[in-house]
């Protein structure tokens, strides 16, 4: 009994090796099948690996291909560049040769015209300047504002200097802009000092003069501005140049009116009729003329005919009211305590400015 069953355990083992036995058989089949492939496929690896490197060689070919037709295409464009500038410049050398000396000209010529106008304007400016700051001062004719900031502007570069180093020039702007701002007092010490500048000019010291005795009139000063007025005469009344024949004229002029304003009618005539020898179109000169007649008593035809006179040389309308209609209005307050000048006496001089001509 226990023969029988060692014999089936037998059979049994028997039977599983067997088993094993096929199935390590089909394992290793497959192994050397696994084994065969990886030999393939590293062959295959191998052949893709030098396809790419051709590849990669052929890439590199064509790279320097490219880099070479680049370099040939820049080396064609910058000679066909200079080419081009050549041929520019060929021509441009042509056209100058051709058309380079009218150019030229032309060149000139219009630099001349702009030094000329440059020229022109800085001396415009120079005489606009030249006369604001060394002409008459004249009360009725204020400066407008640009007049005023240009004014100003060389009145600050003047105080920039010690006054030991000022000129005539600098004095006269100095009292110009005084003047302006309403500063009599100052206006009348720096025209003194314009006189007494050593590079004062004879005709700068006889507008000096002259302008003190303007601004000294205006302060109420009237004798002080007779003495300057007289001083103008006596130094300048004799000189035959036309700066100085004006300047005399001028102060007679004025010196006439301060002689009328003192209640001097006499001497506002006689000076008036001085003035009017030197400068016989003189309008306030015509003016006072007739006005003195009227103060002093003459024929109403006689005045008429002065004020007739003095209206043909203004013949402006505006300007006819400023140099006499304005004066006969005013009269009680240019003299007080004095009758005021008849109103049909006005009228007939304002009619003068109303006639046709």
């Known amino acids: 009994m226990a023969q029988k069953q060692s014999d089936a355990r037998t059979d049994a083992l028997s039977a599983d090796m067997k088993t094993l036995q096929e199935r390590f058989d089909k394992l290793s089949d497959k192994l050397n099948d696994t084994q065969r492939e990886v030999v393939q496929l590293r062959a295959e690896l191998s052949g893709q690996g030098a396809r790419l490197s051709d590849t990669n060689g052929r890439i590199g070919d064509v790279n320097i291909w490219l880099t070479i037709f680049a370099v040939i295409v820049a080396l064609a464009a910058i000679f066909g560049l200079w080419q081009a500038s050549r041929r520019a410049a060929d021509e441009a050398r042509h056209w100058l040769k051709k058309n380079g000396v009218d150019l030229l000209n032309e060149l000139k010529d219009d630099l001349a015209k702009h030094k000329a106008a440059t020229a022109k304007a800085a001396e415009d400016t120079q005489n606009h300047f030249a006369t604001l700051v060394a002409g008459v001062i004249d009360k009725s004719k204020p400066l407008n504002e640009a007049e005023q900031a240009e004014l100003r502007d060389a009145e600050v570069e003047v105080k920039d200097r010690p006054e030991s180093r000022y000129t005539a020039q600098d004095w006269n702007i100095r009292a110009h802009a005084a003047y302006a701002d309403k500063k009599l007092a100052d206006a009348a010490l720096y025209l003194g000092k314009v006189a007494e500048s050593p590079d004062a000019s004879a005709v700068d010291i006889a507008l000096a003069l002259h302008n003190t005795g303007v601004v000294l009139g205006e302060m109420g000063r009237f004798d002080e501005a007779v003495a300057v007025y007289d001083e103008v005469v006596r130094r300048f009344g004799a000189a035959s140049e036309p700066a100085f024949r004006e300047l005399v004229a001028e102060a007679l002029g004025n010196r006439a009116w301060v002689s009328y304003q003192k209640g001097d009618d006499a001497a506002l005539l006689a000076d ?34 002065a004020y007739g006179l003095a209206w043909l040389a203004v013949n402006d309308k505006a300007r006819w009211h400023d140099v006499a209609i304005k004066d006969l209005r005013e009269h009680p307050r240019n003299r007080p305590g004095a009758e005021p000048v008849p109103a049909d006496l006005i009228a007939a001089v304002a009619a003068l400015a109303e006639k046709k001509e």
């Open 272 to 305: 008036s009729e001085r003035a009017l020898k030197i400068s016989p179109q003189a309008a306030v000169s015509l003016c006072n003329r007739a006005f003195a007649l009227h103060l002093l008593g003459r024929s109403r035809a006689e005045v008429m005919a």
